[in-house]
């Protein structure tokens, strides 16, 4: 029992903590001839294989779940204007594929079927 409660935290904390990182990776860009979104590409890395890393590591979707509650209350916490006017994930393209892309992937990656 306690363990499950160990991973359903850790599963929350991972979610927020890579939510802070992409909310501002994803705005990373490099100009050489044509602009590259490297940001985007490795917060879609991070993104994609720490959902894998859950779901091998405890064998269950409720933890998945609980990663995508620690993602998504961060994620919306960082594209609301604030009081003091701060915005993190601005209304740009980037951005848009960011918070859409992320949350077709969680639930892809949540509905899988489990190995055994």
Known sequence: ??????????????????????GFLQAATSKIFITIPWGILLYSLIFLYSI???ILTTKSR???ITYGIG??????????KLLAGDLVLTNN?????????????????????LKK
């Open 93 to 113: 393209l980037l951005a848009k594929i960011y918070l859409i892309g992320s949350v077709i992937i969680l639930g892809a990656m949540s509905s899988l079927p």
């Open 1 to 22: 029992m306690k363990t499950k409660i160990a991973n359903l935290l850790a599963s929350l904390l991972l979610g927020i903590a890579v939510s802070i990182v992409g």
């Open 62 to 64: 409720i933890f998945v």
């Open 71 to 80: 993602w998504l209350s961060i994620a919306l916490l960082m594209s609301t």
């Open 52 to 54: 894998r890393y859950i």
